[in-house]
């Protein structure tokens, strides 16, 4: 059974930082996807940063390229989310998923366009980013 569970969401202020983990269980091969997705009161889910776990290519959506940086721990079967500089606009609910990877030539950017593709979903943790 896969598992994921996020943690390290939280208030800050604009311009701090947050650092996301998410842990993983179930998955017996490093041939998935994972990533991080947001989802904002009255939005819809976006992708903010993908990686394939066995060649560590990422992905991050424009909003978030300079401040945030995905990351995989293999020992540790752990993918985090460093959050820098901090805004406003980036308060939402932040969750961690992860997809195998049936389709070799999918790309990290495929999976963040297309939530859909992701299988497995955390609980999610929320943060909020204050003025």
């Known amino acids: 059974q896969v598992q994921l569970v996020e943690s390290g969401g939280g208030l800050v202020q604009a311009g701090g930082s947050l650092t996301l983990s998410c842990s993983v269980s179930?998955?017996?091969?490093?041939?998935?996807?994972m990533g991080w997705f947001r989802q904002a009161q009255g939005k819809e889910r976006e992708g903010i940063s993908c990686?394939?776990?066995?060649?560590?290519?990422?992905y991050y959506i424009d909003s978030v390229k300079g401040r945030f940086t995905i990351s995989r721990d293999n020992a540790k079967n752990t993918l985090t989310l460093q959050m820098n500089s901090l805004k406003p606009e980036d308060t939402a609910m932040y969750y961690c998923?992860?997809?195998?990877?049936?389709?070799?030539?999918?790309?990290?950017?495929?999976?963040?366009?297309?939530?859909?593709?992701?299988?497995?979903w955390g609980q999610g943790t929320q943060v909020t980013v204050s003025s």
């Open positions: 998923a992860a997809a195998r990877r049936l389709v070799w030539s999918l790309t990290s950017a495929y999976y963040c366009v297309n939530p859909s593709s992701l299988t497995y």
């Open positions: 179930g998955l017996t091969n490093d041939d998935y996807a």
């Open positions: 990686i394939i776990w066995r060649t560590g290519s990422t």
